[in-house]
């Protein structure tokens, strides 16, 4: 999504951009201080800075009948997970909340960076661990079971895409700044997957290993039409997920979906 901006193949007008890359657990605890003008986060920290950015109507991740994955050693049940720990990625991470909305209510964890998940569960430092990015193509290699597909469950539920991660701006850039903004993102969000081939090779200098053939298949997942634009489906999704984090209780105060024009 960042290619088109990095190669120089969109017009970015009055804008400059310096690619700023953390995890997305680190971008969330950002968000909350509005340190970014424009960041990805999950869409789980979205209500707690409703305040401070908007959602831009491109960018996001979303996992149609796939998603975050709970592995173990061996072959778990849902009642298994509800007495166990489970090693995490971030308490503000999307896939973090789907999880309790799965389990029906709190559960006990432990936060570990995401890319450590995988060895956690394999060393049985932890009895099952929560993927999130390439790890969910991954596990098996590793000779972990597949507990639950959140994303999976989540279409069996809904009928709707998993929205995971989402890019927000912020406000106080202005709604004039704002819609010029969010029109050179788009840009070079349809010139990476115009441009396919070369955007996944800049792409791969921060693929953590991944081979060529599954960094295609990734990017496949989780870069496509609803990237691009949202559109009816997806802004379903995103109500819907965030209208069953309202009903369990999981944000502060009720939320306001508000993406720039």
Sequence with gaps: MFWGLSAGVVDTGDFSFEHVL???????????????????????????????????????????????IVVSTEPL????????????????????????????????????????????????????????????????????????????WWLLETGLPLPLGINVARRDLGDDMLHDLSEVLRASIAAGLESRDEALSYALQYGRGLDRRLADRFVGMYVNRLTEDYGDEGREAVGELLRRGEEIGAFERPVRVDFVS
Excluded at 136 to 143: C, D, I, N, R
């Design 77 to 152: 049940t849902r009642d298994d997970l509800k007495e166990i720990e489970i090693a995490v990625p971030g308490r503000m991470t999307t896939a973090f909340l789907v999880l309790r909305m799965y389990l029906g209510g709190d559960y006990r964890f432990r936060e570990v960076p995401f890319d450590q998940i995988i060895d956690e569960v394999k060393s049985g430092h932890a009895q099952a661990g929560l993927l999130i990015h390439e790890g969910q193509l991954t596990y098996e290699s590793h000779g972990l079971h597949n507990v639950v597909d959140l994303g999976e």
């Design 22 to 68: 953390e995890d997305i657990q680190t971008l969330n605890e950002w968000a909350l201080e509005g340190r970014l003008e424009v960041t990805a986060i999950s869409l789980h920290a979205y209500p707690f800075v409703q305040d401070r950015y908007a959602i831009l109507p491109h960018g996001a991740s979303m996992g149609s009948g796939y998603g975050p």
